[in-house]
């Protein structure tokens, strides 16, 4: 069971951010987006042991709550949300993980501002831009928000996985959209597809910025993700900087499905 030492909310330019810290060590700052902190509890359980662990909501999902609930979440917005936190713990130089949209917005903060980052592991940042067949991406991104606005839950979803090239057995699709979503489930997917997805998925890294920083740039691809488009834009993402894709356990989520093996390998490569 997940227990933070500190659950706490710092006021931003625009919104309250959540957030919890646990451990004591070095900073490492774990993010994602749409994803939110509480799928990051068991990893940073683990990596509490020797860090002082972050996570936290992005703007507009579940505790992290805007003024204005229609402004929009760039990786630009979220990379200032988490140079403000990470300044409000005390602006020690944290590693930072980031998964899917969350890989983005470390990439953002570490062009932002590399002084508050030493070492940024982008997990499988879908950064459709970089690929050759970007247009047809965005248009089918495109399609994926339109169809979710248009209240075809289930539709947006298999719109996406096709996208994604990830394939799911029947069953667990409709554990996956099946049965009564809550209110702030409810909320969450809207203001992702309406205000986040896009902006993600389009936006596109400035490489020398990235190679001339001292931050340590690590593009993580999971074991298990061969053929989908997130090894695509990892390993576009790779070349881009002129590094090795690094590999860790599980798929697009592999510190969710097996958080101590992630934190093992995770261990290995701030090790290198």
Known sequence: MSNPSTIATL????ARLYYEVRGDGPVALLVGAPMDA???????????????VITTDPRGINRSVLDDPHADST???????????LLHIGGE???VLGSSGGAVSAL??????PDLVHTVIAHEPPLNGLLDDRDR???ATEEIVATHLRGDVEGAWRKFLELACIRMPEEAFQQLVGGERTPQQVADEHYQHAHMLRLTTSWRPDPAALRSATTRIVVGIGE??????????????????GVEPTRFPGGHIGF???PAAFAARLREVLGG
């Open 38 to 52: 509480t799928s990051f509890a068991p990893l940073a359980d683990l990596l509490a042991a020797d860090h002082t």
């Open 256 to 258: 969710v499905e097996d």
């Open 75 to 85: 990786p630009r917005s979220r990379a200032e949300d988490l140079a403000r936190l």
């Open 224 to 241: 298990e993700s061969g053929g989908q488009l997130c090894e695509r834009t990892s390993v576009a993402l790779a070349e881009l900087l």
């Open 93 to 95: 130089p944290a590693m």
């Open 137 to 139: 991406l965005h248009a």
């Open 11 to 14: 006021r931003v330019a625009d």
């Open 108 to 113: 953002a903060l570490a062009q932002a501002r």
